[in-house]
């Protein structure tokens, strides 16, 4: 019995990683890398990628995918998740967000 479930584990085992090996990418997709993607619809994505030293901010919804703009890489390397915001052109909008919710708080 203990040789049995010695030999399913070993073919687990076995699959998961042949399946790890299949699934890496190959050729052209080697060098491209997924940095982070937010939905702004309910089937459109707003995805950044990383390519060639160059970040590409694509628009992807389910029948088309367009380059919306393009950055160094560079450009993204020195923020990082624990870092405040970096103000764009348009400002902090979390930090205008937040204190816009709690003046509208506090005049209820």
Known sequence: MLLGLAVVLGLLLGCLWLIKKLSAPHGAAAGLRVLGAVPVGPRERVVLVE???????????????????????????????GAPPISGPFGDFQGWLKRSMERRNDAK
């Open 51 to 81: 390519v060639g030293g160059q970040v590409l901010v694509l628009g992807v919804t389910p029948t088309n995918v367009r380059t919306l703009h393009t950055l160094p890489a560079d450009t993204l390397q020195n923020t990082s998740p």
